[in-house]
């Protein structure tokens, strides 16, 4: 079974600090995708990134940037000089991949990050 | 603007009633998903509709009944709920129903905000 970890319920940091969101997955498919979406205050969940399996070269994305350690099941998120705009619900999943295309999300219960001005 | 709208964006029922939330998307997606999150859980998949045809329906009770009537519109239909049934409901859409299709992604609404009294 898929399962997604996210176990930082709640994180608070002062603006231009840096913040590190931590997610840890099982499954046992060879291949799947990660994500990250953001859930800013409005509710829709916002796309960050996915990041397959077979690639773990990490990546940057202006302050953001995601270190993924397959030897860990891991794929932490870590936001770099933090700004109040930063604050939202951040969700990691994971995708089952099934043969004729039909995927679908497992998502971790969220961290609610507040950053302070 | 989001590309995928979802209406109402609070509702409030009773029990006994029958109501309908609406997702509308102008993507061009081909696969649209109801999830349903609920206070400290993880987001849940409930339904998925891929080019009109229910692919997935994730044990959901039959008071949640989906409808989707084309590739932009999804409903889903609701009777005699529960208070346990009060939750964000988010509607998704991707431009296929495989997640591990290069450049697809999720994109979300900004859910309807159900209370069952």
């Known amino acids: 079974a898929q399962k997604v970890t996210q176990a930082q319920t709640e994180i608070s940091v002062v603006e231009k600090e840096d913040v590190t969101l931590d997610c840890v997955y099982e499954?046992?498919?060879?291949?799947?995708?990660l994500f990250w979406y953001k859930q800013p205050p409005s509710g829709e969940l916002v796309f960050l990134i996915r990041?397959?399996?077979?690639?773990?070269q990490n990546e940057i994305s202006g302050r953001y940037s995601w270190n993924f350690q397959k030897s860990t099941s891991s794929f932490n998120f870590t936001i770099t000089a933090s700004q109040v705009v930063d604050s939202a619900v951040y969700f990691c999943?994971?995708?089952?991949?099934?043969?004729?295309?039909?995927?679908?999300?497992?998502f971790g219960k969220g961290i609610t990050l507040s950053v302070r001005p | 603007e989001t590309g995928v709208t979802q209406t109402p964006r609070h509702l409030v029922m009773g029990m006994t009633n029958k109501k309908s939330l609406k997702c509308e998307q102008h993507?061009?997606?081909?696969?649209m998903y109801w999830y349903k999150q609920s206070a400290k859980k993880p987001l849940e998949l409930m339904f998925v509709?891929?080019?009109?045809?229910?692919?997935e329906n994730n044990s959901v009770p039959s008071r949640f009944s989906p409808e989707c009537p084309n590739s932009s519109h999804l409903f889903l239909h609701l009777h005699t709920l529960q208070p346990e049934d009060s939750a964000l409901y988010l509607c998704?859409?991707?431009?296929?129903?495989?997640?591990?299709?290069?450049?697809?992604?999720?994109?979300f609404g900004q859910g309807t905000r159900l209370t069952v009294v």
């Open positions: 998704a859409s991707s431009q296929e129903g495989d997640l591990a299709e290069p450049n697809t992604e999720a994109f």
């Open positions: 499954t046992r498919d060879t291949t799947y995708y």
């Open positions: 990041r397959n399996s077979f690639d773990e």
């Open positions: 999943a994971l995708s089952e991949v099934y043969t004729g295309a039909n995927s679908k999300l497992t």
């Open positions: 993507l061009g997606h081909n696969a």
């Open positions: 509709y891929n080019f009109k045809e229910q692919t």
